[in-house]
């Protein structure tokens, strides 16, 4: 009788413990939180500059995955990785005459451009509206923009950072939420790269010296 018993306690214990990994299992699943975005930015209108501007995106750029595993972002992974190179793909068309890409910052035999651009991802942020408490779904990501001649030389470098929020009410999903915030900060990353561009000054400095060169050429 006492082996029985010792056999139903037994039996009534392991069904626990597997009914228990079971339910941590299923809560480790579900509480991970993988996200792909898609962001649609739109094409900006405005004067092209006459260069030919070389762009190149180095591995951590195009990799960047936003990860986060803390007790209340379980195992988070953001990817928006085919958004950022879909942005400056929309976007530098429409800032300079020509644009390709290269290969690293200085160029290859071959490439006829006039500058390098590089832009570097420094950081993202999220906030999702029970941490804010408000109605908002928030995103910060945070770039470095850098410039260089063609022969690897720094022409400037700056920061440059987007923000972008999404109304909960709105949307019916977290996924939904963060993915429209992510688009809005890029949309702002999008919109302070073609305004500010010329405006930083030793961009600015530089551009004034290639129309100098350019204007003493065509008087000769």
């Known amino acids: 009788m006492v082996l029985w018993c ?7 214990c ?30 900006p209108v405005m004067s092209q500059l006459p260069l030919t501007m070389g762009v ?5 750029f195009r990799h960047y995955v936003y990860e986060e595993n803390t007790d209340d972002r379980k195992n ?3 990817d928006n990785s085919k958004s950022r190179i879909a942005l400056f793909q929309q976007i530098l068309p429409s800032m300079f005459r020509k644009v390709q890409e290269v290969s690293g910052t200085s160029a290859a035999a ?3 451009v006039d500058a390098i651009l590089s832009p ?6 999220l906030a999702l509206p029970k941490e804010t408490f408000s109605d908002l ?3 910060w990501i945070r770039y470095k923009i850098q410039l260089f001649q063609p022969d690897g030389k720094l022409i400037a470098e700056w920061p440059l950072t987007g923000y972008g929020k999404a109304e909960q009410g709105f ?5 939904k939420g963060l993915n429209s915030a992510i688009d809005q900060a890029m949309r702002d990353i999008g919109a302070k790269l073609t305004i500010g561009f010329s405006k930083q000054e030793a961009v600015r400095r530089w551009l004034d010296g290639r129309n100098n060169v350019y204007h003493a050429e065509a008087g000769s």
């Open 76 to 78: 988070w992974h953001i």
């Open 137 to 139: 779904y928030e995103a």
């Open 6 to 12: 010792g056999e139903r306690v037994y039996r009534h």
């Open 120 to 125: 570097q991802v420094e950081e993202m942020q």
């Open 171 to 175: 949307f019916n999903s977290r996924s």
């Open 14 to 43: 392991r069904q626990v413990l597997l009914t228990t990994a079971a339910g941590l299992l299923l809560a480790g699943c579900t509480s991970s939180f993988n996200l792909q975005t898609q962001a649609l930015v739109p094409t």
């Open 56 to 60: 190149y995106y180095d591995d951590k």
């Open 110 to 112: 071959g490439d006829q």
